[in-house]
């Protein structure tokens, strides 16, 4: 959760960038240096960190349900004999978990778009939330408590692309690395495979962040909703902003995934080189 307060400022550049040009071609930032320098210049330097206690309950919600649930099938799925699952099953697993953490985790995403969202709009037009109880209990009194689900499968699908693109990315791209004759199977042929994964990652997960973020955004015009579903969002998205507007914020995007990919596989790395040295050379 600490890490969230360092990367909240790129949350919030990511959702503004996501949400600017809405429905027309015209785009509200130019860069992700634009849109940063123009929240600091219209809302000082708290506008960078608004909805920093929705992130905060997100992780809390989401990291700890998708550990606990990958921790719970791996004990389950591990032999008698203390033998681990094969590759595929891992990534299953982390795919399943990541889903069921961004099914409990999405009250806190919806209430993060919607307060890091606030900031773009005219005075009149903000919901105007204090903090994200505050976001939740008006969100369930005025519209329903279902709304709080709202964009649950785009954020589940985006949980298990980001997942299944990770694992599947890092795992060619450091084969490629060590079959190119260049790298050792060490720390900076994992850094290097890491950071590749977390540009692959990104390009893939994107177009489903777009989605999530508009749905939870939306508001209710005439009684209908914005949006019917993630794939019409991409639809408008494309026709209305063209193709490339699915990769809307893509610079803060890859800021915040690429160290969490690295960080990760280094760790993993480290675990699985422990692992064999001193259990199965044992």
Known sequence: MGATVFVQPLDLVKNRM????????????????????SILKKEGLRGIYTGLSAGLL????????????????????????????????????????????AFVGTPAEVALIRMTADGRLPPDQRRGYTNVFNALVRISREEGIPTLWRGC?????RAVVVN?????????????????????????????ASMISGLV????????DIAKTRI????????????KNGLDVLMKVVRYEGFFSL????????????????????FLEQMN?????????A
Request: net charge positive; with cysteine; charged share 20%.
């Open 201 to 208: 990652t990104t390009a893939a997960s994107m177009p489903v």
């Open 58 to 101: 997100r992780q809390a919600t989401y990291t700890t349900t998708r550990l606990g649930i990958y921790t719970i099938l791996f004990e389950k799925l591990t032999k008698e004999d203390g033998t681990p699952p094969n590759f595929f099953m891992k990534a299953l697993i982390g795919m399943t978990a990541g889903a069921t953490g």
């Open 153 to 157: 499968i785009p954020t589940m699908a």
């Open 273 to 281: 080189k422990f692992y064999k040295n001193f259990f199965l050379s």
């Open 164 to 192: 299944a693109a990770q694992l599947a990315s890092y795992s060619q791209s450091k084969q490629f690395l060590l079959d190119s004759g260049y790298f050792r199977d060490d720390i900076l042929c994992h850094f290097c």
């Open 216 to 227: 939870q955004n939306m508001r209710m015009i005439d009684g209908k909703p914005e949006y």
């Open 18 to 37: 996501q949400l600017s040009g809405e429905g027309a071609k015209t785009k509200e930032y130019k860069t992700s240096f634009h849109a940063v320098g």
């Open 247 to 266: 990769w809307k914020g893509f610079t803060p995007y890859y800021a915040r995934l690429g160290p969490h990919t690295v960080l990760t596989f280094i």
